[in-house]
């Protein structure tokens, strides 16, 4: 795995927990924060951490914005400051820079001043959840933009056989790309690799392929 140099700017919930898991799975992690306690919470728990004001171009400069790889914008509930923290980012010439909307007008906003990936957590989980209680064997749903989606699917006995048999590309215009099998998990897996109950299959496929796929389990 290529280590990450990754800048995360906001240290409350949602910033501290990407920083920190950043930083636990190897990655470089430089966060910062107007507020002096929220550095001081995390000073322990990143490579670096600094009190700093992104938006104000000539901090986020200091800090070389432009020299990491990904710069995560996670300010909370201050738009506006959210919108010039990742403005400045973008004009410094960051290659990649994730930003945190509270609600739709913030996200047409920042995807309009050029960032690369607009989140809405709280939005984003309520709505995998939904989609998880109300299909229960999707584990989780991949959006590639597009019509297309990478999903995980449980498969039951009506998926039971070899792939080439089940040929799931001609009947629903669907590819499988991964099986996983008691934690074991098989990339490309080949024609002639099997299908049980409760492998989990990780499919891709357009949103239409994927509900007639769903369908055809009972879903």
Not at 87 to 110: C, F, H, Q, W
Not at 122 to 140: F, K, S, W
Not at 177 to 196: L, M, N
């Amino acid at each position: 795995m290529k280590t990450k140099q990754c800048l995360v700017i906001g240290l409350g919930r949602f910033g501290t927990a990407v920083a920190t898991t950043l930083y636990e799975m190897g990655h470089e992690v430089v966060a910062i924060d107007q507020n002096e306690e929220n550095v001081e919470r995390v000073m322990n728990l990143v490579t670096h951490a600094a009190v700093a004001d992104a938006s104000d171009e000539r901090a986020l400069r200091s800090i070389g914005a432009a020299d990491f790889d990904v710069v995560v914008v996670a300010i909370g509930t201050d738009v506006q400051a959210n919108i010039l923290a990742t403005m400045n980012a973008k004009s410094l010439g960051a290659p990649y820079v994730v930003t945190k909307a509270i609600d739709e007008m913030a996200r047409r906003v920042l995807e309009r001043i050029g960032a690369d990936l607009v989140i809405r957590p709280e939005h984003d989980m309520g709505v995998r959840l939904a989609r998880q209680i109300a299909t229960p064997n999707i584990v989780d749903t991949l959006d590639l933009g597009g019509d297309y989606a990478i999903v995980e699917i449980e498969a039951n006995e009506r998926l039971r056989g070899t792939l080439r048999d089940l040929n799931l590309t001609g009947r629903f215009g669907v590819q499988v790309i991964a099986v996983s099998r008691a934690g074991k998990v098989e990339v490309t897996p080949r024609a002639e690799d099997d299908v049980r109950p409760h492998d989990k299959l990780v499919v891709i496929g357009t949103g239409h392929s994927l509900d007639e796929l769903r369908r055809y389990l009972g879903e």
